[in-house]
């Protein structure tokens, strides 16, 4: 009886936390939206950025560091990024503010996807996330597949994760192509 009384409780804190990180992303994400259209757009931009310090020093000494100018500062960008809230709902289901914080200075919006598709699959926590982002599994699995062909027997994206290399004892070599590698007997 303990056990099955402890996994509801389980569970519904598991969920409780989910749900609570999903309202903290989208309240971001709209005041982000709004601080984007209202003070920094049209013909406000000029005096809108000057205010956003005086804004963020307020907004921090009533409800703390979460808003602090950085973080209001990512807000607007994480907005922008993403003009839709029909974007930001299902994503916020599945990363944290902290995953955010992570993909927000990526460039492109395949890899931004491809690191949150990641996050979602695997259960990524943000420091798994950020090691992810700075071993750049993204363009990794992006050179391999553009080295495959058509009739190649590897499969797409088999070579995203570098532990696929250790794994498999192929060395890897930035002047040299994974598939030259391979190719070539560089193994150790």
């Not at 999903?22 to 003070?39: A, D, T």
């Not at 994480?78 to 503010?97: C, G, K, M, N, T």
């Amino acid at each position: 009886m303990f056990k099955n009384v402890s996994e509801i409780i389980e569970n519904r804190i598991r969920r409780t936390h989910v749900q609570v990180n999903q309202e903290n992303v989208l309240m971001f994400w709209e005041v982000g939206k709004y601080i984007g259209s209202v003070l920094l757009g049209g013909e406000r931009a000029g005096y809108g950025k000057q205010i956003v310090v005086t804004l963020a020093q307020q907004l921090q000494l009533k409800y703390g560091t979460s808003f602090d100018y950085s973080n209001v500062t990512r807000m607007i960008k994480f907005a922008a990024r993403f003009p839709e809230i029909e974007i930001v709902v299902p994503l916020a289901q599945h990363l944290s503010w902290s995953h955010f914080i992570a993909l927000l200075p990526l460039k492109s919006d395949e890899a931004f996807m491809f690191y949150a598709n990641d996050v979602k699959i695997r259960r990524l926590g943000k420091r798994e996330l950020r090691k992810q982002i700075s071993r750049k599994a993204y363009e990794r699995r992006e050179i391999a597949n553009s080295q495959l062909t058509e009739i190649s027997t590897v499969p797409f994206n088999v070579f995203k994760d570098p532990y696929y290399h250790n794994i498999n004892k192929i060395k890897t070599c930035k002047k040299i192509s994974l598939q030259t590698s391979v190719m070539s007997g560089y193994f150790t």
